[in-house]
């Protein structure tokens, strides 16, 4: 069975070192120190060692199994969440008013690494929680923060995202789920697919976020409302339930069942211990559903889900890329085979002359540095996504929170894209380590590589993330975001190499205006050399803070300037190569 611990040395380093994660506790006024962090850290990597871990490949084994409307989660999960709500996993981020711990969005990301590095499925269960509870939290009346949050933020019940139908897909201005005023509530009908954890066995209640549109609503993504429709109703009586009447019945302390239930749930390539459901809404009469802030502004309260969500399926590509990446090298450190060439120990492994173990074919070893290379540029890239993040929030003054709003903005389509592109670049690379054996499903990379390959599709397809970058984020505000990542980022000390990706910037711009189509189809290519691109800027810096922090580990100083080195002489300079397509076009 394939064994996962946390990077708790890079984590710590990038904390640490790199982002200064004591000046972010004392911004967030949490009232806790770096110790504790490290102590949080720390239980949390056993937690995703001992507990989750041990499940990935039974998940993967035996799946979720439905049953006319309920869904059982594969041995052990059930168990495994309760212990994960009993610890307070769940309310890491969140406000202190409703239970949460008040801790940064970096140290919040830093844990969901692990989880989704130990078992993404698992971790899918609170991403999904987490998107309710931003958006309530941001968006919601009082009373629903009162009614919802502090059990949302415990774990005790969970969040969904309910905004995909089938003749929609990713086209949520093409939505029909209808929702008809009822007194002080909506009637809900329709149907949604792709449900993340619609319907379990985790908790009692599920509330479901779900987008949906009002009779006279106009036309388009400017007709959409978003509403609380919870699986289970609490004070109402069982009159009338769905009937579209008032409710004159007496209150009762039970639970009611709104009219609502999965129908089925997917089969799918991967994260088998994920449940994924298609959900309808109203075959009784209607869903009853609680409008979340003004009618037609669904689209906008839509998106504070959407883009924290995105930045947490980035973190997926990371994990399953620091997963695959402790297989093939744990693998090549065992294996036997083959003549050794004489590669040296520069921190991946050792040799046996004598017994070569497959580290020391070169090719093998290049493969390695790839991953590991790739993994620490995805980590430097989401971790200081979050970095902005907190100080968007919690700075004191306005013009840093807005210089680093507008790279949150810029930078979470890169950060999702980029990272999930490379997770599943990374399994199937890891695979190849491990040759043939890695083409079974004992070995455990396969699953990785099954598992990976939606998190390129979650939340947007990297196409969407692409077209946001090109189409939105580098015009907005007369191009004010670029030029706040360009001053953060870029200074006269590392300009040069970077120079191709300010070129190509502007080219993008001009096509955006001036040829939309060739920006179109040039997107992608180009948020993949900005990801690469950034990736370097961080990794180099990275580099020039390990060099000048004093008792450094002698062997983390190793490792890290060989990924560096690595990095810049054999995965940047594609930028170059994509920057001359796009100033050809």
């Not at 969140?94 to 844990?111: C, D, H, K, N, T």
């Not at 799918?268 to 449940?275: D, E, R, T, V, W």
């Not at 969407?464 to 001053?487: C, E, P, T, W």
Request: charged share 20%; hydrophobic share 40%.
């Amino acid at each position: 069975m394939p064994n996962y611990n946390a990077p708790l040395d890079e984590i710590r380093f990038l904390l640490y070192q790199c982002l200064d994660v004591e000046k972010i506790l004392e911004m967030c006024s949490s009232g806790i120190g770096a110790d504790v962090v490290d102590a949080i850290l720390e239980e949390a990597a056993k937690f995703a060692k001992n507990e989750l871990a041990p499940l990935n490949q039974v998940g993967d084994k035996e799946g979720c199994k439905f049953n006319d409307g309920e869904v059982k989660t594969p041995t052990g999960f059930k168990e495994a969440y309760r212990k994960f709500v009993a610890s307070g996993w769940n309310s890491v981020p969140f406000s202190l008013e409703y239970g949460g711990q008040g801790l940064p969005w970096l140290v919040a990301i830093a844990i969901s690494e692990m989880w989704n590095g130990a078992n993404m499925a698992f971790g899918l269960c609170p991403l999904l929680t987490q998107g309710a509870v931003e958006s309530l939290t941001h968006h919601g009346s009082t009373e629903q923060k009162d009614k919802y949050l502090a059990k949302l933020i415990s774990g005790e019940w969970t969040g969904t995202m309910c905004l995909t139908e089938p003749q929609a897909g990713s086209d949520l201005a093409a939505i029909r789920t209808t929702a008809v005023k009822n007194g002080d509530h909506y009637l809900i009908k329709g149907q949604k697919i792709f449900i993340t954890y619609g319907e379990h066995d985790f908790a009692d209640n599920i509330i479901h976020m779900v987008l949906a549109r009002l009779p006279s609503a106009p036309e388009g993504v400017k007709g959409i409302s978003l509403f609380i429709v919870p699986k289970l109703l609490e004070g109402l009586g069982t009159g009338g339930l769905g009937l579209g009447k008032e409710m004159p019945s007496p209150i009762t302390h039970h639970p009611t069942p709104n009219d609502l239930k999965a129908i089925s749930i997917e089969h799918k390539l991967g994260i088998h211990a994920s449940p994924t459901a298609i959900m309808s809404f109203g075959d009784n009469g209607g869903a009853i559903g609680y409008l979340v802030g003004e009618e037609n502004n669904g689209l906008k309260y839509m998106f504070t889900m959407m883009n924290n969500a995105r930045l947490s399926v980035g973190v997926e590509g990371l994990g399953i890329s620091e997963s695959s990446y402790q297989q093939a090298l744990a693998y090549a450190n065992e294996r036997v085979q083959g003549k050794s060439v004489g590669i040296r120990n520069l921190g991946l492994g050792g040799e046996n002359l004598s017994n070569p173990t497959i580290i020391s074919h070169p090719d093998v070893y290049r493969m390695l540095l790839t991953i590991k290379a790739q993994t620490e540029a995805s980590r430097a890239i989401i971790y200081s996504v979050a970095s902005a993040m907190d100080y968007a929030r919690h700075h004191t003054d306005d013009k840093t929170r807005q210089i680093n709003q507008d790279i949150v903005d810029l930078l979470t389509p890169i950060a999702k894209a980029h990272a999930t592109e490379l997770g599943f670049a990374n399994s199937s690379l890891a695979m190849q380590v491990f040759g043939g054996v890695g083409y079974i499903e004992e070995t455990g990379i396969a699953q990785n590589l099954r598992d990976s390959r939606i998190a390129m599709i979650y939340e947007g397809t990297n196409g969407i993330q692409a077209m946001d970058l090109v189409f939105r984020k580098l015009n907005l505000y007369d191009g004010r975001l670029f030029k706040s990542f360009v001053d953060v980022y870029i200074n006269e000390q590392n300009i040069e190499p970077f120079n191709s990706l300010i070129t190509a910037t502007a080219k993008m711009q001009e096509l955006v205006k001036e040829n939309p189509k060739q920006a179109g189809i040039l997107a992608s290519l180009y948020l993949r050399m900005f990801g690469i691109a950034l990736g370097a800027m961080l990794l180099n810096r990275q580099l020039e803070i390990a060099k000048e922090t004093k008792n450094i580990n002698p062997d983390y100083l190793s490792s890290k300037i060989e990924s560096v080195e690595f990095y810049n002489k054999f995965l940047l300079p594609e930028i170059n190569y994509i920057a001359g397509i796009i100033m050809d076009s």
